[in-house]
């Protein structure tokens, strides 16, 4: 399968193989073929949007090392949304 790209052509895989290897803390190793290596992103936004629990996701942004301002302040924003509809 191939995505197109306006510059180039990238070759996409499988979503998901049993084989694929997890590296810590956000790589998996494909070791079929060429040994294909991912690296994974997490869009932080688009996790606090689609769910509102907030007693499993305030911990999981709280966690993030990556990017630690951004996690901040979805906490924070999750927290003002919560306690403007509460108060």
Do not use: H, I
Request: net charge positive.
């Amino acid at each position: 399968l191939y995505a197109a790209k306006p510059d180039r052509r990238v070759r996409v895989a499988e979503m998901y193989d049993g084989r694929w290897s997890l590296l810590a803390p956000n790589q998996v190793l494909d070791p079929s073929g060429r040994g294909t290596l991912w690296q994974l992103t997490v869009n932080l936004g688009a996790v606090l949007g689609a769910t509102f629990e907030n007693d499993v996701v305030l911990p999981f942004l709280m966690r993030r090392r990556a990017e630690p301002n951004l996690s901040r302040r979805l906490c924070l924003d999750r927290l003002k949304e919560v306690l403007g509809e509460n108060g």
